[in-house]
């Protein structure tokens, strides 16, 4: 595809549920970059939808990164326990295999320990069990715009710490005490704000997340409990979610700075393999580490 080739009249997206996402169809990845139409079409739907699901057969799993060039630049976004993906070091693997390992189970932003989390993060279907291993979303903004206004408006005077060892992030990865420390001096807890605004958008956003924000600042501890437990049990309800159910061949992106997301481990001893990819749009100042 290139920019001056005809919109493929077949491309359609349609909501996948009411609290969000969009299903894209009729879209065939070529080797080429997207038309800029196109390119801008699912741009506008990802930022109205939170998430985008291309449905299989749109992209190969070689390809899958290269094909969300039109979102941003994509980052090395390694671990430990989730390596890179064989000829595709921008792509990491998240494998059912190493489940002890991962955190992938508790609510979460990716990044959010971090001053320059991934604008755009991306999963590929490669191994889907025959039941289970849904990932939920949770739409932070719709959460955000169902609080009392009032309360809202006191939200976003507060500010709160982030950190990868909120909830033992790094200790249950890095078992050597000399890496453990290098770790954790290399990603230092981080200010944040309670509620946070799109930059594309304009609209508010819960920023605070079960993994990753230890406490909220200039209130009590049992005041800080109170407040998360609140704003944690709104990205939780029903109201705001939506689970998707995996495909093989699959391939989800989802704006980091508008949902929350899960994964459900309820797949017994079935193997899940996805394949995930990060990317930062450079116009919202997201630089890679």
């Not at 990603?187 to 993994?211: A, D, K, M, Y």
């Amino acid at each position: 595809m290139t920019d001056t080739a005809p919109v493929d009249t077949r491309l359609e997206i349609s909501p996948y549920c009411a609290a969000g996402g969009a299903r894209v169809t009729g879209l065939r990845d070529d080797g080429e970059p997207l038309p800029r139409e196109v390119a801008g079409r699912l741009r506008r739907a990802l930022f109205q939808h939170g998430f985008l699901e291309f449905e299989p057969g749109t992209v190969s799993p070689a390809r899958f990164v290269e094909f969300l060039s039109f979102l941003g630049t994509a980052i090395p976004y390694a671990g430990p326990h989730m390596p890179s993906v064989d000829g595709s070091p921008l792509a990491n693997a998240v494998d059912s295999t190493r489940d002890k390992y991962l955190r992938n189970h508790i609510w979460h932003i990716d990044g959010a320990f971090r001053p320059d989390p991934p604008t755009f993060t991306a999963l590929y279907g490669h191994a889907i069990p025959s039941l289970g291993g849904d990932t939920v979303y949770s739409n932070a903004t719709l959460a955000y715009e169902q609080l009392d206004p009032l309360f809202a408006a006191y939200l976003e005077t507060l500010t709160a710490v982030s950190s990868a060892e909120a909830t033992g992030h790094l200790m249950q990865r890095y078992d050597d005490p000399v890496e453990l420390a290098r770790q954790r001096a290399r990603l230092p807890p981080i200010v944040v704000p309670v509620i946070r605004r799109h930059p594309v958008t304009g609209r508010g956003q819960i920023f605070v997340n079960e993994s990753y924000t230890a406490y909220i600042q200039g209130v009590s501890r049992v005041a800080s409990d109170h407040l998360l437990g609140i704003l944690f049990d709104a990205i939780k309800s029903p109201d705001v979610q939506a689970r998707y159910q995996w495909r093989e061949g699959a391939l989800v992106v989802w704006d980091n700075r508008v949902v929350q997301h899960r994964g459900v481990k309820d797949y017994g001893g079935s193997r899940r393999v996805l394949y995930r990819a990060a990317l930062v749009q450079e116009a919202d100042g997201n630089r890679p580490c």
